[in-house]
């Protein structure tokens, strides 16, 4: 199961019931349509850390990192890369 498989899961377990995997695009703004509120949010990163093993610093907390399903994406992609440069580095 991909990245995003995980993610739209999560998103539609926790927030959407009613709409299935493919009725979410990748790129729906989830803050700025409502799906997610200030607290989904800290309910998402809790699950990020927690899922993905990855842990979620002050600098990430902006709100672009988490407004779609490809943004939560690239933001875990980019964070095992930059942890395996520091590990490998």
């Known amino acids: 199961m991909s990245n995003i498989d995980r993610i739209k899961r999560f998103l539609i377990d926790e927030f959407l ?8 695009a990748d790129d729906h703004d989830l803050l700025s349509d409502g799906v997610i509120d200030s607290l989904g949010v800290l309910k998402l990163i809790a699950w990020v850390e927690d899922h993905f093993a990855l842990p979620v610093d002050d600098t990430d907390l902006d709100p672009n990192n988490f407004r779609s399903v490809a943004a939560i994406d690239a933001f875990i992609t980019q964070r095992r890369t930059a942890a395996t440069t520091t590990v490998g580095g």
């Open 17 to 24: 019931p009613d709409v299935t995997p493919d009725q979410l």
